[in-house]
């Protein structure tokens, strides 16, 4: 097969007072229709490894060494007006965040436009129709007059990839396409990318952590760790064999098991309890409309959480997992039905005693970095609840408790000076965890809390809830699309789908033998390391 991509002694640096060497003598070349997959943590410099191959690097960022050659020609050499022409006709980029990279104020058909040659308005709209029933999109007709908060995440990804194969491009580099996707989507999203490439005979070069996922897709794998190749490899031997003490590392994470089975949970004493929730909202009514409808997000729900016990909810998006766990903080409004913690009914308390109860209850949301306040000092901001639902505590007192809290989440007490942006991603979460732990809370609900993770870190954030709940026998509600997670984590689940629970139990009999034909689908979806 003849190499389309090569990339040789490549090396970046940022440009600053120690000149900041970030990508160190990387090596690796892919075939024509082939997909090659880069692995690593977060900050291993594969992102701007991609973005060194299509030219859109920062301009504090330079190329002090190496070459990148694509169809015999080195891509470091040419001006930025051919450099052009090789992005809209040969190379194309799937962005990491869709949300982030469609403009919110264009409709999808007005951002399609600008991947088409200009033709006629009528074949134009015909190009764009098909180009995203190419991409599974059936109703396209309908999807192209929307604007980008109106599709889902799995909709928004599929629009980012009608828009990158627009031009039928030899090389698509995918930057984590499927990161915080549900698992029925993700599996969408990859058989699609299967069949792009067999159809356009098209390259991929794949970014992920997942190494699930890698299996499914790649031919071959390049590990990267701390801006270097540490292996380069054919992917079933990669995975059969892996050679580097990191790759093992990776490997070992990747199935998260954990260290005790909870056996010490109290039966009979309940933390939590739902009964009959229902959350519907009024959706937009027609001008002829008699009758106002409504949405049933959550839809006569129950359930039920033990002391030091974990209950999962699992679905995918849109299902009504995290309007529960809204209802529950008191963050949306409850249609019907009861919410009891530590027997009391939160959704009949008012004013003082519903904040001096609050303390007993807390979340840990999916995104650590949106959550914290960028203008704060971490001792600060986990400070803060103490100030409004401690206010008894003295100086000395809340000193002493946020040094015990941070140190109890695995970081230093110089941590307590800096700034969420001087954190890596499982740090902040960390961070996001001590501000809830300080108030010594009876029930936490985790949402979504290791979705956009690396495995090593996601598989220390969950090492850390263990331990907290061996130790103080905290109850979870852990919220998340991955049912193989939560296999792992949970002692009983909650399977939704459009707002119902279709099954709850123990979680080892919903895994092992469940005979709902939605949660088999959710099961049959999540990759597995070939």
Do not use: W
Request: hydrophobic share 40%.
């Amino acid at each position: 097969m003849s190499k389309l991509l090569e990339v040789k002694n490549l090396y970046l640096s940022i440009e600053s007072e120690n000149e900041n060497k970030i990508l160190k003598d990387i090596n690796f070349s892919i075939n024509s229709s082939e997909i090659l997959s880069l692995i690593g943590e977060s900050g291993s410099g594969k992102s701007l490894t991609a973005l060194s191959i299509i030219r859109l690097l920062e301009k504090n960022c330079r190329i002090k060494k190496g070459k990148i050659i694509f169809n015999d020609t080195d891509l470091l050499s040419l001006e930025e007006q051919n450099m052009r022409l090789i992005r809209k006709n040969d190379i194309s980029m799937i962005f990491q965040e869709p949300m982030r990279s469609l403009n919110p104020v264009m409709s999808i058909y007005d951002q399609l436009l600008e991947a088409h040659e200009k033709d006629s308005r009528k074949k134009i709209k015909r190009k764009i129709i098909e180009n995203l029933i190419s991409v599974g999109i059936d109703d396209a007709s309908r999807v192209i007059d929307l604007f980008p908060h109106q599709l889902s995440g799995g909709m928004k990804q599929r629009v980012m990839i009608a828009m990158a194969i627009a031009c039928k491009p030899k090389l698509l580099i995918a930057d984590e396409p499927t990161t915080s996707l549900d698992v029925t989507i993700q599996k969408q999203v990859l058989d699609l990318l299967l069949e792009l490439r067999n159809e356009l005979n098209m390259s991929i070069l794949f970014i992920t952590h997942d190494l699930a996922v890698a299996s499914q897709i790649s031919d071959n794998i390049v590990v990267m760790k701390e801006g270097m190749v540490v292996e380069n490899s054919e992917s079933k031997k990669f995975f059969e064999n892996p050679k580097s003490l990191y790759s093992k590392t990776l490997l070992a994470s990747s199935s998260y098991n954990r260290k005790n089975n909870f056996t010490n949970s109290l039966k009979n004493n309940s933390v939590l309890k739902v009964n009959n929730l229902k959350v519907y909202f009024k959706e937009k009514k027609s001008f002829i409309a008699r009758n106002q409808d409504y949405k049933k997000a959550v839809d006569d729900i129950s359930i039920s959480i033990d002391a030091g016990a974990t209950h999962a909810i699992v679905g995918e998006s849109g299902s009504g997992k995290t309007t529960i766990a809204k209802a529950i903080m008191g963050l949306t409004e409850v249609t019907d039905g009861d919410i009891r913690i530590l027997d009391k009914d939160i959704l009949k308390m008012e004013g003082k005693e519903k904040l001096n109860f609050r303390k007993n209850y807390q979340m840990i949301f999916q995104d650590p970095f949106s959550s914290l306040n960028p203008r704060m000092r971490v001792g600060s901001i986990i400070k803060e609840g103490l100030s409004f639902l401690k206010p008894y505590m003295n100086t000395e007192e809340t000193n002493e408790c946020l040094k015990n809290v941070i140190e109890n989440v695995g970081l230093e007490e110089s941590s307590l000076y800096k700034y969420p942006h001087q954190f890596s991603g499982g740090q902040r979460q960390r961070i996001a965890i001590a501000r809830v732990l300080v108030l010594d809370p009876k029930l936490l609900i985790c949402d979504e809390p290791t979705s956009s993770l690396d495995v090593t870190v996601q598989k220390q954030v969950l090492d850390l809830l263990n331990e907290i709940q061996t130790k103080n026998q905290i109850s979870y509600l852990f919220i998340s699309h991955d049912i193989n997670l939560v296999a792992s984590i949970s002692d009983t689940l909650s399977v939704m789908y459009q707002g119902k629970i279709v099954e709850s139990g123990k979680t080892s009999d919903i895994i092992n033998n469940t005979s709902n034909d939605y949660t088999k689908k959710l099961l049959s979806s999540v990759p597995q390391i070939l």
